[in-house]
């Protein structure tokens, strides 16, 4: 069976002539029903405009430029006119900030009723329905009466729900998440990862979430993507990826997070910066911040490279890894 | 013990709505912070933690209460060497610094002021200070306005001898996030910079601060040592802020918080225990009768405001 979501060898450039860039580089991933990946990565490495162009939804000055999407064994168009058709149904996405989707002056109910009668064909009363349901189910307390809310009553973590509620309610097989409970407080937040995790699988619905913190990803995801400069440089299993990481990046992150299961242990920041875009460094791009990179990784264009079963790594060193996350 | 260098005393702090609806922020909120000392403040939206950051900093005016540095008391316009001594961080730090005084000269004078190292070794202290802060040695005879404004702002965390951070870190990639703890950390081994970290990040909490105030709804729901916090909750709401922070290896999320609904608005709050209608422990008493703010029987210096305080929660 084809997988819910299957993205190869996309590319994305901004810019033109001597500013012209790729902020997305050949990457391919996918996601089986039931399943959720995480993108992880730090600003600038590509997650979100990853996301932005399989929902068909670049930012002006983004372009495709090399790369499929197929949703359910369905080639989805990547730019022009049917990009949206060809995503009801199929594709919807939530973001971090739960107002910037929502219609201020209209209810919420008739904001989640909205999918159900135009894209499913659903009778008014049908989709009213349909909306309540859909709001029960994402955990909006009392739907009844939140139904006949404007978005402004609620609290954010309410109006969170009611955006998961609206993307659900054209039935896609996939969510994408753009760091949808950053801007929630901690309770909040953990309520919506459960519910995530539930609809995972209730309803077998793919997620991709992306996201900076290492412990979100990991309490939902059952596979990772870390990215790095457009690139992909390690993915597989999350606990695989978290347990022992294959790229030195991936470790770097994990050193610099304070995680409250291991207290004692001091945060290292990554030495260096993230390159300016338009100075990509030769080979890997992330020697020049590598503690384990030699003169071979300034030259060879590292490719991903299986380096276990389901796990692959663009590091010519990964093997090394081991000692070093051993030793702590 | 000395006296505290930082006294938050019986604050209250109360806004009116654009309905005119009064907004009880910090309710009746004390807090002692020690030289040397790193206090953390963590809670949810609304629960009234940057409210009292900026009562410290004097951005607002308590209705009743008073913040007090070295035993005096802070009133509505500062001397601009209070103003220095307690600093917020990651606002425009240019007004705290003297524009008419080089790096040096600054620097020096706060080493000086409060005899933090003898006089022989200041100038070393003051090139130590500079790469802490990532400033390279030369800037020593620069002055503010030579600075961009990140530098500035590294330049009043170094000059400050109290420091309100208000998540400093949350909006910051991971490896920078690093950077900005280590050099907080560092201060505070180095210099004994006294530290006041308004956080809703649990983990960023409890590798920087000795001592954590948790708050709900403009009040202190429980507040002791880090260990007592981390290992020995004796509140239900510091229990469910604990399960709900997300583990780098849980690889799930969890399934019950152990807490109802919402937080309701600081417009509204509910009669005898706040926290009473979200609890999962509440009994009759806690619908009637408001608990106070009390330490422990066995622990006089861990405080909760839990009528249920002398159960152990469990993890």
Redesign the interface.
Known sequence: MAPALEVTELAVEFGDGAGRFRAVDDVSLSVADGGALGLVGESGCGKSITLRAVMGLLPTGARVVGGRVLAGGTELPLAGSGVRAARRRRVAMVFQDPSSGLNPVMRVGAQVAEAPRSVLGLSRRRARARALELLAMCGVPDPERRARAYPHQLSGGTRQRVMIAIALSSDPRILLCDEPTTALDVTIQAQILRLLHDLRERMGLAIVFVTHSLAVVGELCDSLAVMYAGRIVEIGATRQVLDRPGHPYTLGLLRSAVDLDSPVAEPVSIPGLLHDPLHRPSGCPFHPRCWLAGPECSVTDVQLEAIGAGRRSACLHHERLGEAASRG | MADPLLRVSHLKVSFRTEDRAVVRAVDDVSLDVHAGEAMGIVG??GCGKTTIARAIIGQVQPDEGAVYLDGEQLGRTRTISQRRTVQMVFQDPYSSLNPRMTVRQTLRELLRVHRLVPSSQVDERCRELLAMVGLPERSLNSYPSQFSGGQRQRLAIARALAIVADEPVSSL???????I??LF?ELRARLGLTLILIS?D???V??LCDRIAVMYLGRIAEHGSRDVI?DDPRHPYTR????????????????Q?G?R??PPGAVDIPAGCRFHPRCPIAEGICEVEDPSLLGLDADPAHLSACHFRAARIGR
């Open positions: 949810e939206s990639d991971v490896s920078v996030q690093a950077t703890l280590q950390a809703h649990l983990a960023v409890r590798y981390f469910a802020l604990l399960t709900a922070a997300p583990r780098i290896r849980r690889y799930e999320p969890p399934d918080l807490l609904g919402e």
